[in-house]
Every structure is written in C-alpha cells, then in structure tokens.
C-alpha cells in the first residue's frame, strides 16, 4: 500500500515519516552523515 500523499522535509522536524518518497541520492546521504559524524566529534 502506498501512501496517497508524499512528503519531503528540508530539515529535520523532529520525528520520523513513514510517507514515501523517491529513493535520496546515496551520494549526498552519504554528504550528510559524513558532516553529522563530523559534527558528532567535536
């Protein structure tokens, strides 16, 4: 079953949506949570 409406968020708004969406291009997940760690360091 697939949802009727999708959602996307620019930032995170403090909870997980299970709505689909379009599969995120791997390279910039892989972006983000390299900054994440970065961050997570510090």
């Known amino acids: ?16 949506s299970t709505q689909l969406r379009p599969k995120a291009d791997i390279a910039e997940l892989k972006q983000s949570a390299q900054r994440i760690n970065e961050k997570a360091k510090n």
């Not at 079953?1 to 997980?16: C, H, V």
Request: proline fraction near 0%.
């Open 1 to 16: 079953m697939w949802a009727s409406q999708q959602i996307y968020f620019e930032k995170y708004e403090g909870y997980i």
